[in-house]
């Protein structure tokens, strides 16, 4: 995730995207972003809810519920806010109705602007029960012995 979100970002602020130099290194990133897209979706089943990254601090649920219905039955959408500020934590939520509704909004959605940020959608991972710890490819348990 972060990978994608730098090399746009990058890609961004290197000036004009209409330059040869550049337009080699959109293409690169281009590439780069899809691969992305179909690893993260063979790690995460397809669902009805996406998780929505890169979000302005200033977009509001209701906001992310419109731009997301252009694809599709919005069931719910919802912007992650600090408990103890209520400031927006820049990422949320979206449920779809169905499962060809989710994945239109990611086609939609995904490497797009919102509110001037651009925003990047793929299938929510499910929930990790609490008490429980996250499956780890990082730090595998240690051998005993």
């Not at 109705?97 to 939609?108: F, N």
Request: with cysteine.
């Amino acid at each position: 995730m972060a990978t994608r979100a730098g090399i746009l970002r990058r890609l961004l602020s290197t000036g004009s995207i209409f330059s040869s130099e550049s337009g080699s290194m959109a293409a690169t990133a281009a590439a780069t972003a899809s691969t992305e897209r179909a690893d993260a979706a063979a790690k995460n089943p397809p669902s009805t809810t996406l998780f929505v990254s890169g979000l302005n601090k200033r977009t509001t649920s209701e906001k992310l519920h419109e731009a997301f219905s252009k694809f599709g039955e919005v069931v719910h959408a919802r912007v992650v806010t600090d408990r103890a500020s209520g400031y927006s934590k820049c990422f949320g939520f979206v449920r779809y109705a169905s499962l060809d509704d989710a994945a239109e909004g990611i086609k939609g959605m995904d490497a797009q602007f919102l509110d001037g940020w651009v925003i990047f959608a793929e299938y929510a991972r499910p929930k990790v029960a609490s008490g429980q710890s996250a499956p780890s490819e990082t730090y595998p348990p240690k051998s005993s012995g």
